[in-house]
């Protein structure tokens, strides 16, 4: 059974920074695509970043490239967002998701979360100013 399982959320003053951790068991960690999406209240869900095990391939929001950093640690099955600089507006509910196998070579859109396959259960982050 695939679990993923956020971490790391919390509040944090405007500019600083938080890592949300998202920890994966139940899949052989060698092919898939995780992504991290958020959804503040009363708006659409949306991507943030996406990293790709088949090329290491990272992808992000415009809204968050510069700030944010997506890495994986495959020994640790796991995926981080190391989170920099963070706005107001960055408050939200974090969730990662999965794609297993990865459809990304197959070109599937890394911010299109009907693409994802399994989710976590999320992580609040709020950002006050």
């Known amino acids: 059974e695939v679990q993923l399982v956020e971490s790391g959320g919390g509040l944090v003053q405007a500019g600083g920074s938080l890592r949300l951790s998202c920890a994966a068991s139940g899949f052989t960690f060698d092919d898939y695509a995780i992504g991290w999406f958020r959804q503040a209240p009363g708006k659409e869900r949306e991507g943030v970043s996406c990293?790709?095990?088949?090329?290491?391939?990272?992808y992000y929001a415009d809204s968050v490239k510069g700030r944010f950093t997506i890495s994986s640690d495959n020994a640790k099955n796991t995926v981080y967002l190391q989170m920099n600089s963070l706005k107001p507006e960055d408050t939200a509910v974090y969730y990662c998701?999965?794609?297993?196998?990865?459809?990304?070579?197959?070109?599937?859109?890394?911010?299109?979360?009907?693409?994802?396959?399994?989710w976590g259960q999320g992580t609040q982050v709020t950002v006050s100013s």
């Open positions: 990293i790709s095990s088949s090329d290491g391939s990272t």
């Open positions: 998701a999965a794609q297993v196998p990865s459809t990304l070579t197959y070109g599937s859109s890394w911010y299109s979360w009907i693409t994802y396959d399994y």
